[in-house]
């Protein structure tokens, strides 16, 4: 006879809180979702880059020049060759990762927190909350994104911050579509209407209630908005206002090289290629992510 007290074998997460059981479940996810890994393994491994930028573990100083090395083809000295200044390209090229990841991190973050907490108040209050910040989002996506990016940034002092503001202004009306929509229901679902109705304060049901229950679509809305930004930080360089030098930029050094393309192309190929992986490696996660985080799909547990 079966001992009934004994766990049966294949059980060992049974014992697991239900919260923990969830998070096993989606990492198991994660790990056998193709698109979500590897736009995880692309991912990190520019993140990787950058940190190695950050700290200095890089063989070349990416702002040093040496013009007895300029225009070096790809060795073994100079792994993605040299620029006009003999400056070599993947430091330079780690250095636009780490400058760029940052600025797309800090803008993302700003926009998401500001837009999700003005989608969910907006959603959940409506009435004259509704209408003005559903009016102010109707005029922000009036403009072209890099349009209005374009101008907000040339408005400002030119600094990795303003950059960074600038881009967040653009993306804030995302966030707030993204998040007043499923707040709209979930406002008339049973047990918030309780929590309301009991005298629970609107600020708490928003908090205990509301938002963790959207969290899984911001989350999904951040890693594809990091790619947004990383091509819109990208734009801003080329065109002259982006971070201001000496910090290399992924898409200045596209500028700079445009003169030099024909008698040395890896000037454009190498900083070009890094943009596209970084933008393809976001998305590819952004959209694993979406799959592993959807609760309409396979059992996490």
Not at 57 to 66: E, G, R, T
Not at 126 to 140: E, H
Not at 225 to 250: C, K, M
């Amino acid at each position: 006879m079966t001992d009934l007290t004994t766990p049966l074998a294949g059980t060992a997460t049974a014992d697991l809180p239900p919260s923990a059981g969830r998070v096993a479940g989606r990492v198991r996810a994660f790990l056998h979702n193709p698109t979500a890994l590897a736009g995880g393994v692309i991912t990190l491994a520019l993140v990787l880059l950058a940190l190695a930028s950050t700290f200095g573990l890089l063989p070349h100083d990416p702002v040093a020049q040496n013009p007895p090395a300029r225009l070096k083809a790809p060795s073994a000295a100079y792994w993605f060759g040299t620029d006009q200044f003999g400056r070599d390209i993947f430091a330079r090229v780690a250095a636009g990762v780490a400058n760029s990841g940052l600025i797309a991190v800090t803008a993302v973050a700003f926009a998401a927190v500001v837009g999700t907490l003005a989608g969910v108040v907006a959603g959940f209050y409506r009435g004259s909350s509704d209408a003005v910040i559903s009016g102010l989002t109707n005029v922000l996506f009036a403009f072209p994104p890099l349009l209005l990016a374009l101008s907000l940034a040339s408005v400002f002092t030119r600094t990795w911050f303003t950059v960074a503001v600038a881009i967040a202004i653009v993306y804030v009306p995302i966030f707030i579509r993204v998040a007043r929509g499923p707040v709209l229901s979930l406002r008339e679902i049973d047990y918030v209407r309780a929590a309301t109705s009991i005298g629970e304060p609107r600020w708490a049901v928003m908090v205990r209630h509301v938002l963790p229950n959207i969290s899984s679509i911001v989350i999904v809305q951040v890693t594809l908005a990091l790619s947004w930004a990383v091509l819109t930080e990208a734009s801003l360089s080329f065109l002259g206002l982006g971070a201001p030098p000496p910090a290399p930029s992924l898409g200045s050094m596209i500028y700079e090289s445009k003169t030099l393309v024909t008698i040395a192309p890896w000037t454009m190929v190498a900083p070009g290629v890094v943009i596209v992986l970084f933008v393809v490696g976001l998305n590819l996660l952004g959209d694993g992510m979406r799959d592993v985080l959807d609760p309409r799909g396979k059992d996490w547990r």
